[in-house]
């Protein structure tokens, strides 16, 4: 694969050069042709660095499936979600593992090549580079999965909702807003106020155009939360543990059940409640501003997904 690369590479630059003595040739178009000339790993096409080096609703390539080859320079963590800078031919680009540990990552990636293969979701400001969220990681000959924030990226079905709400259910008595009126930032910081507790709260941190974490304070149990804007609509990412202190959980879900964003009816709050930890939440909204509530269930953790449509 890296004789392809190679060879690819020095083809494309032959021909770059034989073009330069009649016109000339943007950055761009040469990276367009690198492109071209290397193979698809299983469906992911080589990234050139300057063609996602800006805002995804900039360049219009959000949820790309990409690959990357380059050096891991930088192994650290944002919010409890771990992330490798890697500086490839052309570029410095940004990977997301996600929930997992650092010490292990650097032990296995640090200061090597690699293949990083995944989804770009945009450019981060906080790190000054395009980022991919992980599929999967080739290294040493060994290939090793990290899709756990990148499987929020493709969840885009709509789930059937087995939970309809009553006629004569009680009705919150602050209706749903439109959450098309809101800026990204508004809709973030709506959702860390409606979601904080007495005890817990959430602050804003925008990691890329793309993604926005929640950061928790006020607890020691291990709550994550992000934000995705997509093309098919916003998704809120909750993953509450179901040890420990559950209580914390339970008023977490319960404050943001009441958010406006979502204004669901008494009945449904506690039916969702009632629900949580036991059996699998589907939940479906049928109104002018659809959303949908759905839950996946691990032997610790609970991940709920809250989904806007437009």
């Not at 009649?22 to 290397?38: F, H, N, T």
């Not at 008595?173 to 800026?183: G, V």
């Not at 993604?211 to 291990?222: A, C, R, S």
Request: charged share 25%; proline share 2%.
């Amino acid at each position: 694969m890296i004789k392809k690369i190679i060879l690819a590479l020095l083809l494309v630059g032959m021909t770059a050069g034989s073009l330069c003595s009649c016109q000339p040739v943007s950055k761009l178009q040469v990276d367009s042709e690198i492109s071209s000339e290397l193979e698809n790993i299983d469906g992911y096409e080589y990234a050139p660095f300057e063609k996602f080096n800006s805002y995804a609703e900039e360049n219009g390539l959000a949820g790309t499936k990409v690959y990357i080859y380059g050096e891991v320079t930088k192994i650290s963590s944002i919010d409890d979600a771990a992330y490798a800078m890697v500086k490839t031919s052309d570029g410095e680009w940004n990977i997301i593992f996600g929930y997992c540990s650092t010490d292990e990552l650097k032990d296995l990636y640090l200061h090597k090549n690699i293949y990083a293969i995944g989804v770009y979701t945009g450019f981060s400001d906080k790190l000054v580079s395009p980022s991919i969220t992980l599929d999967r990681v080739q290294c040493d000959g060994r290939t090793k999965s990290y899709n756990q924030l990148s499987d929020l990226i493709h969840i885009t079905t709509e789930e059937t909702s087995n939970n309809t709400a009553a006629k004569n259910s009680y009705v919150l008595e602050t209706n749903q807003i439109d959450y098309h009126t809101l800026s990204k930032d508004e809709f973030a910081k709506k959702v860390s106020q409606d979601f904080s507790t007495n005890k817990i709260s959430f602050d804003v941190n925008p990691y890329s155009d793309l993604t926005y974490f929640l950061e928790v304070k006020g607890t020691n149990q291990l709550i994550d939360a992000n934000i995705g804007f997509f093309e098919f609509g916003y998704e809120i990412a909750i993953t509450l543990p179901t040890d420990g202190d559950t209580d914390e959980c339970y008023d977490i879900l319960s404050n943001g059940l009441k958010s406006e964003l979502f204004g669901i009816s008494f009945d449904d709050q506690v039916d969702i409640l009632a629900h949580y930890k036991v059996d699998e939440i589907n939940y479906e909204k049928n109104g002018i501003q659809p959303f949908t509530i759905t839950e996946t269930k691990s032997d610790s953790f609970n991940m709920l997904f809250f989904r806007f449509k437009h």
